[in-house]
């Protein structure tokens, strides 16, 4: 089966630094992606990770540890537009669909 | 590039029609494409799996004689809901997959903008 565990909620300060964890336990693994989805939209494409490591990409980085089935997504220099929901989504092994954890309510304040 | 469209975004309908929801890949070829299913404050929950040219692969517990999809061409699925029910308002959200070389590897998928169906 494929479970997948990340916080509800966090909240932080504009201009700080925050960290999404999310640990999976999967039958298969071909990939962590992380989404993020603003209230009542669609999620778009942050990250992809399929390597053990860091993915850096502008104010955002993921991290990746397989062996302890492990990730985390970094947003630094937060906006109030990163006020959203962040889904972290595994590939497994058959098939190629994605399952998604909860999903994290990221609130920013001033 | 990898941009996918839905329609309509939003449609209310009373008890017992069907409503047909189109989600398009505009820039791309996808043979698949996938159907979610959102509940207020939930995460995205995978309803099935549409496949050009052959059948759909639901998940468990959804009903296919209740959702019928059908992808009839590379860029073109679409997700009737049928005999709709007030239980079956939620936000519906289909996603689909470029070909490889795209940014994100071979299972990245991009979603569409969301269908918000009210069942009065």
């Known amino acids: 089966g494929q479970n997948i565990d990340q916080p509800t909620e966090m909240t932080a300060t504009e201009g700080a630094i925050v960290q999404i964890n999310c640990t999976y336990q999967?039958?298969?693994?071909?990939?962590l992606f992380w989404y993020q989805q603003h209230a009542g939209e669609a999620p778009t494409f942050l990250s992809y990770n399929v390597l053990d490591g860091l993915e850096e990409k502008g104010r955002f980085s993921s991290f990746l540890s397989r062996s302890k089935g492990y990730s985390y997504l970094l947003l630094k220099e937060l906006q109030m537009k990163d006020s959203a929901s962040y889904l972290c989504a595994v590939a497994g092994a058959a098939g190629n669909k994605l399952t998604f954890g909860g999903g994290t309510r990221v609130l920013v304040k001033p | 590039g990898a941009v996918v469209s839905q329609h309509p975004s939003r449609v209310i309908c009373k008890s017992g029609t069907s409503v047909k929801i189109e989600c398009r890949s505009l820039?791309?070829?996808?043979?698949?494409m996938f159907w979610y299913r959102q509940f207020p404050k939930q995460s995205l929950m995978l309803m099935a799996t549409?496949?050009?040219?052959?059948?759909?692969?639901?998940e468990q517990g959804v009903e296919k004689d209740k959702f019928l999809i059908n992808h009839a061409s590379l860029t073109l699925s679409t997700l009737t809901v049928t005999s709709a029910h007030p239980e079956d308002s939620s936000f519906y959200i289909c996603s689909a997959r470029p070909p490889a070389g795209l940014a994100g590897g071979t299972d990245t998928q991009y979603f569409g903008p969301g269908t918000r169906l009210t069942v009065l």
């Open positions: 820039d791309f070829q996808a043979t698949t």
């Open positions: 549409s496949n050009e040219g052959s059948k759909a692969t639901y």
């Open positions: 999967t039958s298969g693994f071909n990939g």
